[in-house]
């Protein structure tokens, strides 16, 4: 990874689905449409990401992810589930301990199975800024000190919204 890319970095935070992870092949045979896993075990690494990740490590940049889980207010999984399908998704990649944002809102939840707790809108839904805000405070960083790798237009949106660099995942992950 390039010196530059990373210049003043304290922080580099990531989105999951289709960042650092993607639906197994064998799943995805059966689910096509699937992109955000339902239940544990229907994610894997993609390619470069552990090596990409550790790099990182090495380097001393700290790290967190930020994931939309809008699915948790349409009531495909709690709340609790969506925790630990992020959370495997973090062991699965080699950063366990890693700090992770969840925002399980959506506003357009419906049907039968709707959380209504989760049924609306937040700050916290990509492409607002609020888990990436939140972050830079948890961290303590200012926003040129951080950045956001996602691979969706929601992505660079919530770190236009915030104020922070973006980096699309395929470009960050091939820059190793
Ligand atoms: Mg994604």
Redesign the pocket.
Known sequence: MSENLLHNIRLAIF?????LTEIKPEIRAVKPRLVTPNHLGEQQPIAGVVEGLADLQARGIQMALATNRGGVAFGYNTLEEAQAIAREAAELCGIPDVKIYICPYHAKARGPETNHQFAKEDDCRKPNPGMLNQALADFGLAPHEAVFV???ES?QLAAENANIRFLWADEFFQMI
């Open positions: 989105d999951i689905d289709g960042t996602g691979d969706k992505d």
